[in-house]
């Protein structure tokens, strides 16, 4: 499958140490920095694409575009995803902020594909 792909991230400065929560969901905080989603089914500001590695050092955050997440249950290709309460992707449920559309699932742990939405829907 041929895929054409446009990709859009700003740079926000970290919060914490976050080298290990790349490709999970985050959230800007009242500080103006990103934090990761830590809680499920809330809403997200996009996906954090690199390593930040100390509070106050810049994170690349995406907004538009195709994203790789980790993926915090099974999901399926096309499934609605919601970030859990670690910033990984899941499957959304009733009630859920939709972050995206999984383009490429797999298994809990797992890098999958989201489409991220540009604005955010809640599951009914």
């Not at 089914?41 to 810049?58: E, M, Q, S, Y």
């Amino acid at each position: 499958m041929a895929r054409q792909e446009a990709k859009l991230c700003v740079s926000i400065p970290a919060s914490a140490d976050l080298s290990a929560a790349q490709f999970r969901f985050v959230l800007t905080n009242s500080s103006g920095q990103i934090a990761v989603v830590a809680s499920a089914g809330g809403d997200a500001d996009g996906v954090l694409d690199d390593k930040p590695a100390a509070a106050g050092r810049p994170g690349s955050v995406q907004i538009f575009g195709i994203a790789k997440v980790v993926l915090g249950g099974t999901v399926t290709a096309g499934d609605k995803v919601q970030s859990d309460a670690a910033g990984a992707a899941s499957s959304a449920a009733s009630g859920d902020h939709v972050l995206g559309r999984a383009l490429v699932g797999g298994a809990s742990g797992a890098l999958g594909e989201i489409l991220l939405t540009s604005s955010h829907h809640i599951l009914a």
